[in-house]
Every structure is written in C-alpha cells, then in structure tokens.
C-alpha cells in the first residue's frame, strides 16, 4: 500500500490565484502566504471575537455597516491570529483602513457576495487537491499558447502565487525569468546539477532555514533537456511558504514546462542560427570578400522557377536594406569577442545574439570568424555614447560569456561602415589582449591598433627565444613590463619612472640588471624587434620561466 498523500493547506495568494478569491480587490498584500485552515463568516463583533487562528474571517454585510465597523474587525482578526479579512465591496475602505491593514499585515480583500465566497472558500480549502489540478491544468494550457523561453517561464511567474522562476544556463547566465529564483541564502543548501533523462526524478528541491531553525523557502530545480538528451539550461524556482502537497504541485508545474521550453530553445537556437550564416555571408560579402562579377560584387538570388543565376544576383548593398540593415548616414561599428580566445563561438553564438537583440533591434549582430559585429547609426552613433551603451551591456546577466569589445570611428554610408568595422576589429583585438571584458575604441588607441593586428601568439613563440635569459630572472615580468614601458617612452628614463610609478633611480638599476641579460638597449636595430617582443609576450601573458609564473610587480 502506497503512503498517503500529504495535502497541505492553501494560502491566501493561493485563493486569489486559482482559487474563489480571483476576483476580489485586494487593498493590502501584505503577507499574502498566509496558510488558510478554515473560514468563519462573521455577523458581529462577538462572533468576530471567537475567530479561529489561522482561519478566513469573512464579514457580512450586516456586520459592515459603521464607520468603525471594518478597522474593529481588522483589529479582532489580529489578536485571533486570522489569516485574512474578506468584507463585502459595499462597504467604502478608507485609507486610514488601509494603512491599519498594512500595519497589522493583515491582507484585506473586498467580494461582492461574502456568503457565497465564504461558501466556495470552504469547499476549496476541504478540497485543496482540486484547487491546485486547476491551477496545474491552466499552466498547462498557457505552456502550449506560448513559443519562447520569457513567455513559457513568465506563466509561472504569473500565475504560480509565491514562487519566483527563472531559466538559466550550466554556468548561471540568465535566460529568462527572474535573477532572484537562482539566489538563494548562503546558509542554505546547495541544489546540484541533475540529470535531464532522470525522468520525473530529475527535479532537485532544497530548503533555506532561519536562525532558529524554520524554514522559509524552498529551492525546487528542473533539468531541461536538448534534443540528445543532456541538460542546457535549468529551471529554477523558489517557493515562499511552502508546504509538502505545495512544493510538489511547483514541480510538476515545471515539470510539465521542460518540453515547452526544450521545443522553444531548440527552435531558437536554429532559427537564429540560421540566421546567423545568412547575416555573416552578406556581411562578408559588404566587406568585399565575396564573389565579384562585372566588377561588382554580388549575391545569387533565387529566380522565379527556384534556379540560380548570375542574371538574378543583384548588390549587397540592396539585399542589406531589403534586411533592414541600417547602412545610410552616420554609423559607428562595433567587434565583439570572448575574453577566453579558445571559447566554442559556433556553439555560443545563438545564445549571444539572442541576448543582444533584446535591447538593440535596429542592427543585427553577425557572427564572424572570430567574433561578432554590429554597428549603432543615428543620434547614437558617436563613439563615447556606443562605448557606454556597450559597457552596460557586456554587464547583462544574459550574455552567457564574457566578451570584450572594440569600437571604430564614425563613418558615413557603406564605405563609413567598412572602415569603422575594421577598425572596430583591431580595437577589438587589443582589448582582448587585457584578458578582461575591456571595451577600446579605435580612436584612442594611437600606434597600438598596428600591435593588435599582429599575430601575437606566434610571436611569442619567437620572443621567449630571443628574451630567453630574461624571462630565466626570478623578476622577469617586472624586467619584461620595465623594459617595454622603456621601449615606449623612447628610452627616458624620467617618463619611464612616472609610467611604473617608481623613483628613476630604480628604473636605471633595472636597466643594468637588463643589460647584463646581454640584451643592448642603445642598439637600434635590436630596438624594434624588442619592442614587439615585450608587446608580444605581455600580450598573451608567457612572461615565465619553464612554465613558472613570473613574480608581479
């Protein structure tokens, strides 16, 4: 024989989400997880009175009338503890009426007809099972109604009451949803990983408990499955008062939300996908790395009998507008790329543009080889304003990675926009050598554009050779920084002291501990090569010895 079922009890929020109290005016919410053991209809104060705790005191009408008549009830709920005050709409509810609610936080609602409310309130709480098969079969419903992760996740928001979701990546990133669902106190448990083909054992719960050992709420965490099986993304949800029977309806709710969201996010990650190779040829194309015919570079289109030919290609130019592409006046270009060079861009590219549309739908984000590319047109194309719109975006808890970014100069029309792009590319190229989600604009980098295009990696191949006796010091990095600081400051040694922030005198004793390296700093056909050195091993951070860190400064 099975065990039985723990049915738990309703909360007022409960009632008021799927419950008889759907339709009441709620004029204090405070407190709304109150549980709701039972209803007690009240025609007088002394009946008032002898309220049981923890039960819904409903007034009548006839108990209503008086200008004190609501506020006394109010007070009688208070001191017998009562879940909640529903008194009939007839009656006006002053604000000084209102205020004393939210001071006892008591919720305080208005019906048309208490007796019949007070009637189905009784009905629901005997039957609590049956209150809460509707509120699964209407999440249900709306599931299939909506197409996209923040519509699936936002009918849980909306309709599950006390509980709080959100849809987030292996690595914690936002998809949709509240950020509040994954954050949970640091004295409560842990929810691990699940495992997505557990079936319905694939939900995780846990619980966060007070000082004196109540718990609060609970953590209740789904696995949703791609098409092979493994888990993408977690649903997450944190339920306020929660009970057994309650903390299990949430998880079938989130449950029956895994396939939705599994058929959303696939559908998404093709469709933008899909996009993406179709922006990134015509982008490459507007760059002139496409076909040229006649001179012109062009793209096949699709004749009238599904053929393709050279009599039906037209200009990129003309298929970037018909997109929508924003390619007149002012524009200013933006490169984007991950802090982390070796980070799969195919695979994190969907979730990337998806994430970055939500704000910017003017112009697209185009997947390149190395990155991404967008570019900002109109009032807003000025570099400084792209550079600050561009910081609190990378901030976005949405973007699943870290990004560095670079931003060209201002360009006007399409042959504007080629250069800013490069530009942007280069700039791009130097921030990614900080190893932090640093934004550089083209502008300000000087000389320093030149160093970001270099193939830095297989310099520093060469340079460890060439500086090998440096790098062997137990202060190479500090030599290594001293030296390239030397190198930009034309070799002042005053400059290169204000540079370091260190007395010059430390700087000429680092320069004689450079020279006895055998390296030659008055010597200026060594000078350039030295300089790309230091650039190079600064830049991918292979200042060490034998695979030793260098000391810091």
């Known amino acids: 024989m099975s065990a039985q079922r723990v049915t738990g009890q309703l909360t007022v929020a409960q009632l008021i989400r799927f419950g008889p109290l759907g339709s009441a005016r709620c004029y204090s919410e405070a407190h709304l997880d109150r549980q709701v053991t039972g209803v007690t209809l009240v025609s007088d104060l002394d009946e008032a009175r002898q309220c049981e705790p923890k039960t819904a005191m409903v007034v009548h009408p006839v108990a209503a009338h008086g200008v004190w008549a609501l506020e006394a009830a109010l007070r009688c709920a208070w001191e017998r503890n009562a879940a909640c005050v529903v008194a009939p709409d007839s009656v006006m509810v002053r604000a000084s009426t209102t205020q004393l609610a939210e001071r006892l936080r008591l919720p305080l609602l208005t019906v048309a007809d208490p007796a019949r409310i007070a009637l189905d309130m009784a009905v629901a709480i005997a039957d609590t099972e049956a209150a809460r098969a509707r509120l699964i079969s209407r999440c249900a419903v709306l599931f299939g109604e909506r197409f996209s992760l923040r519509g699936i996740v936002g009918v849980i928001n909306a309709e599950v009451p006390g509980v709080i979701a959100a849809l987030v990546t292996k690595d914690g990133h936002l998809l949709a949803g509240r950020a509040a669902a994954d954050t949970f106190p640091p004295e409560g448990p842990h929810v691990p990983a699940v495992d997505a083909t557990a079936g319905d054992a694939s939900a995780s719960t846990a619980a966060a408990a007070t000082a004196d050992g109540e718990v609060e709420e609970h953590r209740v965490a789904v696995a949703v499955p791609s098409a092979d099986g493994r888990a993408w993304a977690t649903l997450v949800a944190r339920v306020s008062a929660p009970g057994p029977s309650w903390t299990e309806t949430v998880e079938t709710i989130l449950r029956l939300a895994r396939a939705p969201l599994a058929s959303a996010g696939a559908g998404s990650r093709l469709s933008l996908a899909h996009q993406g190779s179709r922006d990134r040829l015509l982008m490459e194309t507007l760059l002139g790395e496409g076909p040229l015919q006649h001179g012109r570079?062009?793209?096949?289109?699709?004749?009238?009998?599904?053929?393709?030919?050279?009599?039906?290609?037209?200009?990129?130019?003309?298929?970037?507008?018909?997109?929508?592409?924003?390619?007149?006046?002012?524009?200013?270009?933006?490169?984007?790329?991950?802090?982390?060079?070796?980070?799969?861009?195919?695979?994190?590219?969907?979730?990337?543009?998806?994430?970055?549309?939500?704000?910017?739908?003017?112009?697209?984000?185009?997947?390149?080889?190395?990155?991404?590319?967008?570019?900002?047109?109109?009032?807003?194309?000025?570099?400084?304003?792209?550079?600050?719109?561009?910081?609190?975006?990378?901030?976005?808890?949405?973007?699943?990675?870290?990004?560095?970014?670079?931003?060209?100069?201002?360009?006007?029309?399409?042959?504007?926009?080629?250069?800013?792009?490069?530009?942007?590319?280069?700039?791009?190229?130097?921030?990614?050598?900080?190893?932090?989600?640093?934004?550089?604009?083209?502008?300000?980098?000087?000389?320093?554009?030149?160093?970001?295009?270099?193939?830095?990696?297989?310099?520093?191949?060469?340079?460890?050779?060439?500086?090998?006796?440096?790098?062997?010091?137990?202060?190479?990095?500090?030599?290594?920084?001293?030296?390239?600081?030397?190198?930009?400051?034309?070799?002042?040694?005053?400059?290169?002291?204000?540079?370091?922030?260190?007395?010059?005198?430390?700087?000429?004793?680092?320069?004689?501990?450079?020279?006895?390296k055998g390296i030659d700093l008055d010597s200026p056909d060594q000078r350039l090569a030295l300089h790309v050195a230091c650039h190079a091993l600064l830049a991918t951070g292979e200042a060490r010895d034998n695979g030793r860190p260098a000391r810091p400064l």
Request: proline share 7%.
């Open 297 to 516: 570079r062009l793209l096949p289109q699709p004749r009238a009998n599904g053929a393709h030919g050279p009599e039906s290609a037209v200009a990129p130019e003309e298929l970037a507008r018909d997109a929508g592409w924003p390619i007149d006046g002012r524009l200013v270009a933006v490169h984007l790329r991950p802090v982390q060079p070796d980070r799969d861009l195919e695979a994190a590219s969907p979730a990337i543009t998806a994430a970055w549309r939500e704000d910017l739908a003017e112009a697209p984000l185009v997947p390149l080889a190395n990155g991404w590319a967008t570019w900002y047109s109109g009032e807003d194309a000025h570099p400084r304003a792209v550079e600050r719109n561009v910081r609190r975006r990378l901030a976005s808890s949405r973007i699943p990675l870290p990004l560095c970014a670079g931003i060209g100069t201002e360009g006007e029309g399409m042959a504007g926009l080629r250069r800013s792009l490069r530009e942007a590319e280069l700039a791009a190229g130097a921030a990614s050598g900080r190893g932090d989600q640093r934004v550089e604009c083209y502008g300000e980098l000087g000389p320093r554009a030149v160093l970001a295009a270099l193939p830095v990696t297989e310099l520093a191949v060469a340079a460890r050779t060439l500086l090998a006796a440096l790098l062997a010091d137990p202060k190479a990095e500090v030599l290594l920084r001293t030296l390239a600081a030397l190198l930009d400051c034309a070799g002042s040694t005053g400059q290169t002291a204000t540079r370091l922030g260190v007395h010059r005198n430390t700087v000429l004793g680092r320069m004689e501990r450079i020279r006895a």
